[in-house]
């Protein structure tokens, strides 16, 4: 809505969008398990799609950013950390790939 905002990743909380000054209380907040896919332009505008625990309807929510790629980067960092927190299996498959 062309206002600041800042997207937060939490490891046990997951994904929050704050506006304003930090501590501010999130305009959203969603789990790591009701992400059901993200899609993005490439160049700065991001999609998230969650779905609502309660009503199974799914919520997108739309940010702008002017460092896309690098903001893309980190999720995806951040992730693939989580991911391999709870099965360590998944690193070994990924350098058994390489």
């Known amino acids: ?23 501010a209380p999130p305009v959203w907040s969603y789990r790591f398990s009701q992400l059901r896919g ?8 991001l999609k998230l799609h969650f779905q609502d625990t309660e009503t199974k309807v799914i919520e997108t929510k739309e940010l702008e950013c ?3 790629q690098s903001l ?6 951040f992730l693939t950390a989580k991911v391999a927190s709870v099965d360590p ?4 498959s990924i350098q058994q790939s390489n």
């Open 38 to 45: 993200s899609s993005d332009d490439g160049k700065s505008k």
């Open 66 to 68: 002017q460092i896309l």
């Open 72 to 77: 893309l980067f980190c999720m995806h960092a």
């Open 1 to 23: 809505m062309g206002r600041a905002a800042g997207l937060t990743l939490d490891w046990a909380g997951g994904f929050s969008l704050s506006e304003g000054t930090p501590g």
């Open 89 to 92: 299996a998944f690193l070994a």
